[in-house]
């Protein structure tokens, strides 16, 4: 599956103008085919606004984040790959979302040791099924000690 990540950017940037808030993106300037303003990177992060107003040709595309914007006077054309968003929200309320890592998932096309399938997991014997079951219906001094679980009540 494609990343999440581009398409929930996507929502939460046409809400927040849709509610007149001021989209920020927050990338890691750090990762690879990162173009931005350095002079503006501070601990490995840069805070870009990307109203409509501040920035021209906004595409917000699978894979990359592009537009066009002037730092101190200077156009520049800003490119951040999409694994290098690390979150979108609102200037004025701070709501929106950070990403966390999203997991490598494994290409189908590569056959790997996966572990032990479920076949090969022990399940419990008839025997000892009945026997929880049995533990159940004792009185709670004579029951052993087990983790509390939540059951879904109907």
């Keep these: 599956m494609s990343s999440s990540r581009p398409y929930i950017t996507r929502a939460l940037y046409d809400w927040l103008l849709d509610n007149d808030h001021t989209p920020y993106i927050v990338v890691d300037a750090t990762k690879e085919n990162v173009v931005v303003p350095?002079?503006?990177?501070?601990?490995?992060?840069?805070?870009?606004?990307?109203?409509?107003?501040?920035?021209?040709?906004?595409?917000?595309?699978?894979?990359?984040?592009?537009?066009?914007?002037?730092?101190?006077?200077?156009?520049?054309?800003?490119?951040?790959?999409?694994?290098?968003?690390?979150?979108?929200?609102?200037?004025?309320?701070?709501?929106?979302?950070?990403?966390?890592?999203?997991?490598?998932?494994?290409?189908?096309?590569?056959?790997?040791?996966?572990?032990?399938?479920?076949?090969?997991?022990?399940?419990?014997?008839d025997e000892e099924a009945s026997s929880d079951a049995r533990d159940d219906d004792k009185p709670d001094g004579d029951k052993k000690r087990k983790r509390p679980s939540l059951r879904v009540i109907k």
């Design 38 to 125: 350095t002079q503006f990177v501070q601990n490995g992060q840069i805070v870009l606004n990307i109203t409509p107003t501040a920035v021209r040709d906004l595409q917000i595309e699978n894979a990359m984040i592009s537009f066009n914007a002037r730092f101190s006077g200077e156009p520049m054309e800003v490119w951040v790959p999409i694994e290098a968003l690390m979150a979108i929200y609102s200037r004025e309320t701070g709501a929106g979302m950070a990403f966390g890592q999203e997991p490598v998932l494994p290409d189908p096309e590569v056959e790997e040791d996966q572990g032990p399938s479920l076949e090969s997991v022990p399940s419990k014997s």
